[in-house]
Nanobody
Framework: QVQLVESGGGSVQAGGSLRLSCAASGYSNINSCMAWFRQAPGKEREGVAS????????NYTKSVKGRFTISRDNDEHTLYLQMNSLEPEDTAMYYCAAVYNSNARRICLSSYSPADFGYWGQGTQVTVSS
């Protein structure tokens, strides 16, 4: 059974940095799409960044480009999100998600939605104060 466990959230001031981690277990398929989503109170869950396979193919939502970096260590089955220059608007619960099927690459590089992903972590809270 696939399990995703996030860690690394916390409270920081605007301009600060955080690094989120997502430890995956129960699978060993690098031909997968993994992504970070976030959901702020009263808002829909939105995709932040995605990464496919060995890590050469990444996709970012416009608001985080140049500030966030997604990466993955397939040997350690871990997904990361390095978040720099954090802004109060980045405050949200952050979720790790994964999909393992023949559409994984297409999903990763497209305008994906939460419905495209079959596996989810429990979330980690990020709070950025001004």
């Amino acid at each position: 059974q696939v399990q995703l466990v996030e860690s690394g959230g916390g409270s920081v001031q605007a301009g600060g940095s955080l690094r989120l981690s997502c430890a995956a277990s129960g699978y060993s398929n690098i031909n997968s799409c993994m992504a970070w989503f976030r959901q702020a109170p009263g808002k829909e869950r939105e995709g932040v960044a995605s990464i496919y396979g060995g890590g050469d193919s990444t996709n970012y939502t416009k608001s985080v480009k140049g500030r966030f970096t997604i990466s993955r260590d397939n040997d350690e089955h871990t997904l990361y999100l390095q978040m720099n220059s954090l802004e109060p608007e980045d405050t949200a619960m952050y979720y790790c998600a994964a999909v393992y099927n023949s559409n994984a690459r297409r999903i990763c590089l497209s305008s994906y939605s939460p419905a495209d992903f079959g596996y989810w972590g429990q979330g980690t809270q990020v709070t950025v104060s001004s």
